[in-house]
């Protein structure tokens, strides 16, 4: 079966909305055609600040919150980041092949950076896309379903791919970056042209996986839309009302125009009651679960422990092979 890479920072006690239709939903069709790696990238949170305890907590519930949401973790590998010491090596690597200017165009790094100051900016920030960058040729990943946020970070495996087995020799797998058309964006409800974001300043506008079913309910109600009262996809002009059937149509897996057809001449109102009935029948389930698993923290670290076996074979396999073919002196 082909490889396919992805994963998620455990920042938040709760994944959003956004990362669900962008790629826990793929994630789930892609699972039985692929054989699948999915971490958690606790490595990945850290470059910016966390609270020790709250980051243990976090990446145990973004793991519950992949297998609640109908990851595998017999079929798929489904693992903590930092359980793989592989990640680490093979990222001090790309480092050293990634240029300075090549890693300040980071588009992400840009904004987090101007929001933070330079003195506030970790080197860990400004490398994070090449330790992703690891993450992904560690496994010979083909594909790698993301929102269309991750792009670019994508787009810098490939070249660092390239450029290593042009120096090297033949050694990684170019991948490519899967991003649904469609669902790639989620915007935040209250300011529907920024993207939906675990980091937000104000939550009002982030619908989480793990919140009750009234809150997200309030929550979709309040939505901001348009004077207009027209329940049609105008991106430009109507960005608000184009997010909520974009939502829509993601997780119900029908068309926007049968969505704007069902909702022609009937208020915003009915429009998001029907949205808040969908968010919520989907999530429930996902959420019910997710406490379940929560509620045995020393099965869930097993299940984590078996699959980190299984991905630091394949991880091992790749980093000995890598450190060969740039000279590395083998161990005796
Ligand atoms: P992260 O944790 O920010 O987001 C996880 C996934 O959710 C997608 N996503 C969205 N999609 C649509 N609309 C949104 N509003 C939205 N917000 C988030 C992201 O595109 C992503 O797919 N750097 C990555 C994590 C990572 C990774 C990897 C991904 C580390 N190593 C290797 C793939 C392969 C990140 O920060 O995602």
Redo the contacts with the bound molecule.
């Keep these: 079966l082909p490889r396919l890479?992805?994963?998620?920072?455990p920042?938040a006690d709760s994944?959003?909305?956004?990362?669900y239709?962008?790629?826990?939903l793929q994630w789930k069709d892609l699972q039985a055609s692929h054989d699948a790696f999915f971490?958690v990238?606790d490595m990945?949170a850290i470059t910016v600040a966390q609270d020790p305890h709250e980051l243990r907590e976090k990446t145990r519930r973004t793991a519950a919150q992949y297998i609640a949401a109908g990851i595998d973790p017999s079929a798929s590998t489904l693992y903590v980041?930092s359980h793989v010491p592989a990640h680490a090596e093979l990222a001090w690597v790309l480092n050293t092949i990634t240029g300075f200017g090549e890693a300040a165009r980071m588009t992400?790094f840009k904004d987090k950076s101007a929001k933070q100051g330079t003195e506030a900016t970790s080197v860990g920030l400004f490398a994070?896309?090449v330790?992703?960058a690891a993450?992904?040729l560690l496994y010979d990943?083909e594909i790698?379903?993301?929102?269309?946020?991750?792009r670019q970070?994508?787009e810098l495996?490939r070249d660092l791919a390239e450029r290593f087995n042009s120096r090297f020799g033949d050694t990684f797998v170019v991948p490519q970056a899967m991003i649904l058309k469609e669902?790639?964006?989620?915007?935040?409800l209250q300011s529907p042209t920024s993207?939906?974001?675990?980091s937000a300043e104000s939550h009002a506008g982030v619908v989480w996986l793990l919140d009750e079913p009234s809150v997200t309910r309030k929550k979709i109600m309040r939505a901001v839309t348009d004077t207009d009262g027209v329940v049609s996809f105008d991106r430009d002009g109507k960005p608000g009302i184009s997010n909520l059937l974009t939502i829509y149509a993601s997780l119900t897996g029908r068309s926007i125009e049968s969505i704007e057809l069902e909702y022609d001449g009937k208020g915003y109102g009915d429009f998001k009651k029907g949205l808040a009935e969908v968010v919520v029948e989907t999530f429930a389930p996902v959420r019910e679960r997710a406490l379940e698993l929560l509620s045995d923290p020393a099965e869930l670290d097993r299940i984590l422990a078996r699959n980190a076996d299984r991905a630091s074979e394949v991880a091992e396999a790749t980093m000995e092979k890598a450190y060969d073919r740039i000279g590395f002196l083998r161990r005796a």
């Design positions: 890479y992805s994963g998620m920072q920042s994944l959003q909305l956004g990362n239709i962008g790629a826990l971490s990238v990945h980041q992400q994070y896309p330790l992703m993450d992904i990943a790698v379903p993301v929102g269309d946020d991750q970070h994508v495996t669902s790639a964006r989620v915007y935040d993207k939906m974001s675990k």
